[in-house]
């Protein structure tokens, strides 16, 4: 993926990483580096933040087909479907799209479950893993 849009480390501390203006507190993802994005602000000083952790499905569909050009994929590879999820991250003030983990299907999510974010793998080959993030399901606590 794009370096810079979430920590190195995996597991409990896999985080997305966005930037927060210091002028007017919006926060962006992807990440801005160059300026504020927020049309009502005169521009302020962009700091890195850890994204939250966990957020609330805001919406999610199954994605079934190939993505058209220029999405990049090989032809030749049987499509895998997909299900993305929006995430609502409530403190950000923000949804943030992914995928959700492998083996989530789009009839075990609920608009307004509670999610978190884990790294995942975006392609692989015996040189290089491209790691992504993916939305897991939070267990409900009985």
């Keep these: 993926m794009v370096a810079g849009w979430f920590t190195d480390t995996q597991g409990q501390d896999f985080r997305l990483i966005g930037t927060r203006c210091t002028a007017c507190a919006s926060v962006f993802f992807p990440r801005e580096d160059a300026f504020c994005r927020n ?18 499905v805001w919406s999610y569909t199954d994605g079934r087909y190939r ?25 950000e003030r ?36 491209w790691t992504t993030w993916h939305w897991r399901p939070v267990e409900v606590a009985a």
Aim: hydrophobic share 45%; net charge negative; aromatic share 2%.
């Design 67 to 91: 993505p058209p050009s220029p999405y990049v994929s090989d032809p030749h590879v049987e499509w895998q479907p997909s299900v993305l999820v929006a995430v609502e991250l409530a403190a």
């Design 94 to 129: 923000m949804v943030v799209l992914g995928q959700a983990v492998p083996g989530v299907s789009a009839a075990d999510l609920a608009v307004g479950m509670e999610v978190e974010v884990v790294p995942g793998v975006l392609n692989e080959d015996a040189d290089t893993t």
């Design 39 to 56: 049309p009502g602000c005169v521009g302020g000083e962009l700091v890195e933040v850890p994204l939250s952790k966990r957020g609330r």
